[in-house]
């Protein structure tokens, strides 16, 4: 059965503390590796895709990498705005996408 | 591009009730998907559309759960008899598909349901 597994749960940061947040994966032929931003109330928004092993993309302070097994989500000199719980999911191919259950940062100034 | 559009944003109904949600995708978008999350958790998949044709549902997905895609535009999720334990929030995404692309999905934000 395909599995997303993030972590931590949990993280909380000061403002400028640069971190990562683990996605690993079991998703057989993997076809892209999606991260998402959820905000309280909200649905999730699209941040990322990754296709293959070695990819990088970057957005302001984030950045997105994958390996064969696992993505790494980068945030580098965090804001309070970037406060939120960030979702990991994969498919193979045109098919549903199977999610991790989220990291929830908190940036505090 | 106006994205995805939910309606209504909340419900609250008693248990045994019927209820349906509406999902409006991207306009040019050919798929559609339904998902559930639960407080803590990821989104789940429920089912999904190509066009007017509904091609896979989970198991998640019982006899009191209906979706529709009439036209291939607008989609209706629809359950019957609810349950306490169908409390959540429903969401609905699109995504351009087709053979050889796996483009990304846009969610709306979501019907919360809540179960009295």
């Known amino acids: 059965e395909d599995q997303v597994t993030q972590s931590p749960e949990a993280l909380r940061l000061q403002e400028g503390e640069s971190s990562s947040l683990n996605c690993s994966y079991t998703v057989s032929g993997l076809r892209g590796l999606f991260w998402y931003r959820q905000d309280p109330g909200k649905g999730p928004e699209f941040l990322f895709t990754l296709y293959s092993a070695g990819e990088e993309k970057e957005k302001e302070r984030l950045k997105a990498t994958l390996t064969k097994k696992e993505s790494f989500l980068h945030i580098t000199a965090p804001k309070p705005e970037d406060s939120a719980t960030y979702l990991c999911?994969?498919?193979?191919?045109?098919?549903?996408?199977?999610f991790g259950k989220g990291t929830r940062l908190s940036v505090i100034a | 591009d106006t994205g995805v559009s939910q309606d209504p944003r909340h419900k609250i109904t008693k248990r045994g009730q019927n209820v349906t949600f509406r999902c409006d995708p991207i306009s040019e978008h050919n798929r559609l998907y339904w998902y559930r999350q639960t407080l803590g958790q990821g989104p789940e998949f429920l089912t999904y559309?190509?066009?007017?044709?509904?091609?896979?549902k989970s198991r998640l997905l019982s006899d009191r759960f209906s979706a529709e895609r009439p036209k291939g535009s607008f989609s209706t999720l629809e359950i019957q008899r609810t349950e306490q334990g169908d409390s959540a929030m429903y969401l609905c995404?699109?995504?351009?598909?087709?053979?050889?692309?796996?483009?990304?999905?846009?969610f709306g934000d979501g019907t919360r349901l809540s179960i009295l």
């Open positions: 995404a699109s995504s351009l598909g087709g053979p050889g692309g796996n483009q990304p999905q846009h």
């Open positions: 559309f190509q066009n007017e044709a509904q091609l896979e």
């Open positions: 999911a994969g498919n193979s191919g045109n098919t549903p996408l199977v």
